[in-house]
């Protein structure tokens, strides 16, 4: 209680200003730190196209680099240091931010069904699984074959007539988690259906590839960027 309140006194003080070594730092409360010299305001947008639409309006006053820094954030910087702290201007950060498929939890068929539809790219692997889980019949996953690479559910696949179909595994998927204007990566995925006597059935997709897609999508993200702007550093 005591240090508190001598720290509540000391915070109540005044700051003041030191040069050292002919750097203005302040001496405050906190301790001594650094005062940096104004920086122009980051601006975020969501889109790579918001990249290239600043560099060619900016690209004759500022010299920028661009760091991808992952595969859902880009940064525009000032190329050189202009000051003694060798500091750099952030101008432009583009953040990726689509809602991705809750990956690794059990979600009902419907649920599972609508989220695959909407965040991923449709192909022939994601109607393949479509047709599966869309055909299954309640109360239908049968673990008694269940070797934990291939599983069997019963399924519709005629008119009035179910048969046990294996569900395939692993399956390859595009899920968007990157930048719409690139190709998203595709990746492994296994397909786990839950449910028995008695119980709804419910549907989850695993990770498979140790995020490997994520190299994948900064390798794009470069490709992507190289081919609309030229004459600026991307650094990978």
């Known amino acids: 209680m005591i240090k508190e309140a001598i720290d509540k006194i000391l915070s109540l003080g005044p700051t003041k200003s030191e040069t050292i070594d002919g750097r203005l730092y302040a001496n405050g409360p906190g301790g001594i730190s650094a005062l940096l010299p104004p920086k122009a305001e ?5 889109t790579l196209t918001g990249i290239v639409d600043f560099y060619e309006d900016s690209s004759e006053e500022l010299e920028m680099i661009a760091h ?8 525009l910087l000032e190329r050189g240091f202009t000051d003694t702290w060798l500091t750099r201007s952030t101008y432009l950060k583009a953040v990726h ?3 991705v498929f809750p990956f690794g939890r059990n979600m009902d068929v419907e649920s599972f069904i609508i989220n695959l539809q909407a ?16 055909n299954i019949k309640e109360e239908a996953v049968t673990q008694h074959t269940d070797d934990g690479v291939t599983q069997a559910v019963t399924a519709k696949v005629g008119f009035a007539r179910v048969e046990s179909v294996a569900v395939p595994n692993p399956v390859i998927l595009r899920p968007y988690r990157t930048f719409m204007e690139v190709e998203q990566p595709a990746s492994t995925f296994v397909l786990r259906m839950t449910g028995g006597r008695g119980q709804q059935p419910s549907c989850a997709l695993y990770e498979a590839d ?3 897609w994520q190299l994948e999508a900064i390798k794009n993200i470069k490709a992507w960027l190289s081919e609309k702007i030229t004459g600026i550093r991307i650094i990978a």
């Open 42 to 46: 980051m601006l975020e947008i969501n």
């Open 68 to 75: 991808i820094i992952n595969h859902n954030t880009v940064k």
């Open 97 to 99: 931010g689509s809602p």
């Open 119 to 134: 965040m991923f790219v449709q192909d022939e692997n994601t109607a393949a699984v479509l047709k599966i889980v869309g």
């Open 210 to 212: 140790g995020r490997m």
